[in-house]
């Protein structure tokens, strides 16, 4: 070999050798976790010096689970009825909380980090990238004239948005409290599943705009000039009415910025926990604004010492609304969420005032399981 072909191969094996920062490309014990197969789900961690290691996930409703110790000290535990849907879970090593070191992908809610995984099957077939045309997904900034700042949402166009001149219609969808404008994307796989809705033909194409709910942020955390900051779900923005009070300001900016139809038929918002909160409030408030409004795990009343006039007179303004006219009111909700109750008086309040909806029940509770299925399931009923 010439001496400039050794000097080429050292140069490509410096390059590699920082490309990756500095990883320890050592031998180490390869491992596969999770290792998923079809409905059986066996989860593993190198951890020789480990007293105990535990497993808890987003599927149990019980204590942690123990994970045994094998010879070669790796721990390991296996599930075999998953049914098919999106899983979180971390480890406890000896009482300390640890992603699984093995598995690459991870999602953020509120301020915790999880190892995640999808078992597959027709329920979850809507949540993976399929092979069809795929949207596009823009995080965008937008002046607030009422809250003084430049806010952050994140945008879904359909597929072909950018290579015709139509316009779309538009919804306007909201996340918890816990959530951001990245809430629905990441956790909720908002995209996957307008993607793979609207080539099936089970939807139309349509706008999908995901803004931050907390006022008192302007952006997920990390990605505003608020900075590094502790991450708190409960933010002091919470039940002010300013989200719903300059929620007018992201319809603007999205008329403006965005080739969407402009008028009540063509417009929906949904939300879930306090998004679905917020929907309620904001079509309320203005019940000439969207003929599709979904709640999906909604919050209902603000506490008693909360007195925004957003939140005064509802049944007023719910008997606007019904007045006004409007296509599709959709309830969802878990058969044990917390909220159960206060869904079921609200929707009591509803029937005696004659105000038509369309009620889903299923099972579980406040899961991020129910809240896709709801999107699911609520997509393909708008903008007929």
């Known amino acids: 070999m010439k001496v400039k072909h050794i000097l080429y191969f050292l140069f490509l094996f410096h390059s590699f050798a920082y490309a990756q920062e500095s990883l320890d490309f050592n031998a180490k014990k390869n491992i596969t976790s999770p290792e998923v197969n079809g409905k059986t789900v066996t989860f593993r961690l190198f951890a020789p010096q480990a007293k105990t290691v535990k497993l808890q996930g987003n599927w149990m409703d019980s204590s942690p689970v123990d994970l045994q110790k094998g010879t070669d000290g790796v721990w390991s535990f296996s599930k075999a009825d998953f049914t098919p849907d999106i899983y979180t879970y971390s480890f406890l090593v000896d009482g300390v909380k640890a992603n699984d070191p093995n598995n690459a992908y991870q999602v953020r809610d509120v301020s915790s980090l999880m190892s995640m995984f999808l078992v597959a099957g027709p329920q979850s077939s809507s949540y993976e990238v399929q092979r069809v045309p795929h949207g596009s997904v823009t995080k965008r900034w937008y002046a607030s004239i009422g809250l003084q700042e430049d806010r952050r949402l994140t945008v879904y166009t359909p597929p072909g948005y950018e290579s015709n001149k139509g316009k779309y219609p538009v919804l306007y969808l909201l996340h918890g409290m816990g959530g951001d404008e990245e809430a629905w994307m990441t956790l909720g796989r908002a995209s996957q599943i307008l993607d793979n809705l609207i080539a099936s033909g089970q939807a139309k194409p349509m706008i999908v705009v995901m803004p931050n709910g907390h006022t008192s942020n302007a952006a997920a955390p990390g990605e505003s000039a608020k900075g590094f900051y502790k991450i708190d779900m409960m933010t002091p923005d919470i039940f ?122 299923s099972e579980g509770g406040h899961t991020w399981s129910n809240w896709r299925t709801y999107l699911n399931d609520f997509v393909p009923q708008l903008f007929k």
Do not use: C
């Not at 300013?242 to 929906?268: G, P, Q």
């Not at 599709?292 to 609304?321: E, H, T």
């Open 240 to 361: 002010t009415g300013d989200m719903e009070t300059y929620f007018h300001e992201i319809i603007s900016f999205t008329e403006k910025n965005y080739r969407v139809k402009s008028d009540a038929k063509d417009r929906a918002i949904a939300g879930l926990s306090m998004g679905g909160f917020h929907s309620l409030y904001i079509s309320a408030n203005q019940p000439n604004m969207f003929d599709y409004v979904g709640l999906f795990s909604p919050a209902i009343l603000p506490p008693q010492n909360k007195q925004s006039p957003i939140y005064s007179d509802l049944d007023a303004k719910l008997d606007a609304q019904k007045n006004n006219g409007y296509k599709l009111y959709w309830i969802g909700i878990g058969k044990t969420d917390f909220l159960y109750q206060s869904v079921t008086e609200f929707r009591n309040k509803l029937d005696k005032n004659n105000f038509k909806y369309i009620y889903v029940e």
